[in-house]
């Protein structure tokens, strides 16, 4: 079945730092990638996607390249805000039929001034 | 405004209450689904319904009772509830079944059980 492994977390990181949130997914087929975060006290916002093979989501200063020969579709940032700390989420889905979207377990960053 | 909207934001009830949490898309999105997120959890998928009709349930207890008028409405009604079903309710939908371009959710519904 699919399934996402995301890092641990909490990252915690002074402001204007580098960012990496890595992402591994298992699934059959070519999914669609995505990350999702969620700020405190509100629900997923959709932050990034990509649908096919080394395509690049991006928004709001993040990136991530879907990357089939790895796997992966790690989340990075070259300067984070105060403002980006919030729980990030990864997940797959595939499309066609019922198919759901799977998340990975959330990883908070903290950004500190 | 995310598309999705959920009331109530927060909700206090007895072990021994009624109550209904709601939630509304006018996206044009022909399915709907309630999570559940707990603390250190991951989130848990309840219930999907796509064009009205319930497709998943995911062995959620009998006090919990989803309802689907349309595919813009999408209800959960709480009965007896237990304090370890406090957590956040989360709302979302999507245009198919999610797969291609993801979701879209709600902000939420604070739930206390006391």
């Known amino acids: 079945g699919n399934s996402v492994t995301q890092m641990e977390g909490p990252v915690t990181l002074s402001e204007e730092a580098f960012l990496t949130i890595n992402c591994t997914y298992t699934?059959?087929?070519?999914?669609?990638l995505f990350w999702y975060v969620q700020y405190p006290g509100e629900g997923l916002q959709l932050l990034l996607k990509?649908?096919?093979?080394?395509d690049k989501g991006s928004n709001k200063g993040f990136e991530a390249t879907y990357r089939k020969e790895t796997t992966s579709f790690h989340l990075e940032k070259g300067s984070v805000q105060v403002s980006d700390s919030a729980v990030y989420f990864c997940?797959?889905?595939?499309?066609?039929?019922?198919?759901?979207?799977?998340f990975g377990t959330g990883t908070k960053l903290q950004v500190i001034p | 405004e995310t598309g999705v909207t959920q009331t109530p934001r927060h909700l206090v009830m007895g072990m021994t209450n009624k109550k209904s949490l709601k939630c509304e898309q006018h996206?044009?999105?022909?399915?709907m689904y309630w999570y559940k997120q707990s603390a250190k959890k991951p989130l848990e998928l309840m219930f999907v319904?796509?064009?009205?009709?319930?497709?998943e349930n995911n062995s959620v207890p009998s006090r919990f009772s989803p309802e689907c008028p349309n595919s813009s409405h999408l209800f959960l009604h709480l009965h007896t509830l237990q304090p370890e079903d406090s957590a956040l309710y989360l709302c979302?939908?999507?245009?198919?079944?999610?797969?291609?371009?993801?979701?879209?959710f709600g902000s939420g519904t604070r739930l206390t059980v006391v």
């Open positions: 997940a797959l889905g595939n499309s066609g039929g019922y198919q759901k979207v799977t």
């Open positions: 699934a059959t087929g070519y999914p669609s």
């Open positions: 990509a649908t096919k093979a080394d």
């Open positions: 979302a939908s999507s245009q198919d079944s999610g797969g291609r371009y993801g979701y879209t």
């Open positions: 319904y796509n064009f009205k009709e319930q497709t």
């Open positions: 996206l044009g999105h022909n399915a």
